[in-house]
Nanobody
C-alpha cells in the first residue's frame, strides 16, 4: 500500500512544518493512520495517530499541544501539523496505516503493517 510522505525540511527551533502523507490502494476510512519518527540512535517512536471511523486521535506525551494530526478523506491524505519545533523533534517521520478494529489507534509499531519511506525533519539553528 503506497504511503508517500512529504513536507519535511530544515527548520529553526520554534518553527513549524506541515507533513503530508498521500495514501492509495485501500479504503482510507477503514484504516487507522498515523506518524512515527526515527531519530539516530533511538528507537522508533509513535508520535500521533488517528483512528478509523472518526474515533479520534492519540498523541505521544512528548508532542501533545504542539502536534496535530488530521486527515482529508476526499484527498486521501494524512497531515501532521507541527509547531514550536525543538531539536529533539529531529528525525525521519514515517507515515503508517493499519486496519482499524473499533478502538483507539495504538502507538505500537507492530499494529501497523504498512509504512512509508519517510520524510526528514531537522530542527537546528
Amino acid at each position: 500500500l503506497p504511503l508517500v510522505e512529504s513536507g519535511g525540511g530544515l527548520v529553526q527551533p520554534g518553527g513549524s512544518l506541515r507533513l503530508s502523507c498521500a495514501v492509495s490502494g485501500f479504503d482510507f476510512v477503514l484504516f487507522d493512520v498515523g506518524w512515527f519518527r526515527q531519530a539516530p540512535g533511538k528507537e522508533r517512536e509513535g508520535v500521533a495517530c488517528i483512528s478509523a471511523g472518526e474515533r479520534g486521535a492519540n498523541y505521544a506525551d512528548s508532542v501533545k499541544g504542539r502536534f496535530t494530526i488530521s486527515k482529508d478523506n476526499a484527498r486521501r491524505t494524512v497531515y501532521l501539523e507541527i509547531s514550536d519545533l525543538k531539536p529533539e523533534d529531529t528525525g525521519l517521520y514515517l507515515c503508517v496505516a493499519g486496519r482499524g478494529v473499533g478502538h483507539m489507534c495504538p502507538m505500537d509499531t507492530h499494529w501497523y503493517p504498512y509504512w512509508g519511506q519517510g520524510t526528514q525533519v531537522t530542527v537546528s539553528s
